[in-house]
């Protein structure tokens, strides 16, 4: 009888492996648990994002500048002569990689001896640590075919060690353009619960942003906020499913949500009612924190 | 006669001056262009934003963590027993860091002697580096009285020194929930200009997201994205002001702008026609290549 491993997927770091650690071969990397298939250069699936990908040279149109890559999607290529013969389809692996984006959750990338990047180690693979997907978009490759590209960014978190030197001459970066960061929006598990109870529909408008494929973009708002001084718990009873709009209007204090689920405007006017799922208990210890660090309308709760 | 030199506020690192370099007094600090004013805490307008902040203990509701910081704002303190005695404003600096929160502006900040800190120099004022005002709220202080706080985290852009070691026990920081960046947004000097022509209103729905003091926020949009592989300028040409919402409908591909200012859905249902300032020149080659990385709606453009 055969003994079959299961490798449950798994997003992030992997506990036992450390960035810069090398593999020979595909079975070795998917032991590890790092990338799990042994042919396709992305895991994952469109529901809960990508896992991880490996950069191996599959397509013409990627770009690799070590901290920043513009990795090509999948499909579409001859698998012989790896050039573009069909237009990719934000499917699969390219899926997965939109959701990633849009829930700003890390990739593992694996660079192999074949990628066509100056960073590319000489034998094997190697594990160069977690990126996060900026920008996702699709165009004429090369080839005359449509592709979809993934723009992704190192991750400074945890503070990992530089990539190796590149063994070839790299691409010339054209100068960063001085911008500073005006907003971040952050994404955990409990949200991504939330998000998905509502169907990414705002609980203030009813509304969510369209995405490319029709499905909606929504964030998780804390009601008592993360982090010190408020120390707000991450689960369910103290997120909301909002939009980006709705979403920066109650952090900058501009609507308050009272006990009676009302949403009001500074000045008083009601916006409308918070929109409740019958199995999302929201805490009103929460919602009272919340009103006691907001300036309250003039008239009244 | 005497002679004034007139130092012009300025946002961001002074060149001259390294983080952590110290001072002996409030004069010598406005000499270096780090902290102008002599006695007040924070130096800016509420129009630009704040330029630099002193912890210097006047304010009894402050928390230092070294990393992160809550500050209180300024005004209704008795300057003799640095006691609460009124309500505080969203006026004068309080306005300046809400403006910087919603820019995403950086902020100097220096530590002084005085400061309830564990953080705070033996003797004299420390410069330690730009900090970013993540957020802004009002309660009531410690004292009975409204206060307007914010929560300042140092920037890593530059990869500062460490803080010096504290030098009495610093207080204990609550464990951090883990979680990932699910959107940044960015901000520029051109996006800023951009945002003030439309007065923080869509350029597509015509609204802004109201904020405490009735004032709007909106965001800077590229066109033709920052960054590689598309290398878009960074000036008024290419950057349009859009709601969060649109925002988002725009960088994940939920919408397209035609050549004929029409804004589009995915499924080719017209949105509208982008509201343009007559002053506002914007590059019709950008539109062109937003188009060329966008998936086109099935009726036509």
Sequence with gaps: MRVVTITRGSIGPIAEVSVGATFRDRRELASAGIHRPFQAGISGVASTGAESIVLSGG??????????????????????????????????GNAALKTSCELGLPVRVVRGSGADSPYAPRAGYRYDGLYRVESYWSRQGRSGFRVWQFKLVRMVEGRPPPLPEPVTEPPVAPPRVASTVQRIVRNSAAAQRVKALYRNRCQVCGEGVPTVDGSYYAEGAHIRPLGVPHNGPDHEANILCLCPNHHARLDY????IGPDWG?????????GSLHRDSSHAIGIDYIEYRLSITRMPESGR
Tied chains: 1, 2.
Aim: aromatic letters at 4%; proline letters at 0%.
């Design 59 to 92: 397509y013409e149109d990627d770009l690799d500048l070590g901290d920043e890559i513009v990795y090509t999607g999948q499909g579409g290529n001859d698998l012989n002569t790896r050039r573009q013969v069909a237009d990719q389809e934000l499917t699969r």
């Design 253 to 256: 204090g501009g609507m308050v």
């Design 263 to 271: 949403v009001r405007a500074t000045d008083g006017t009601i916006l």
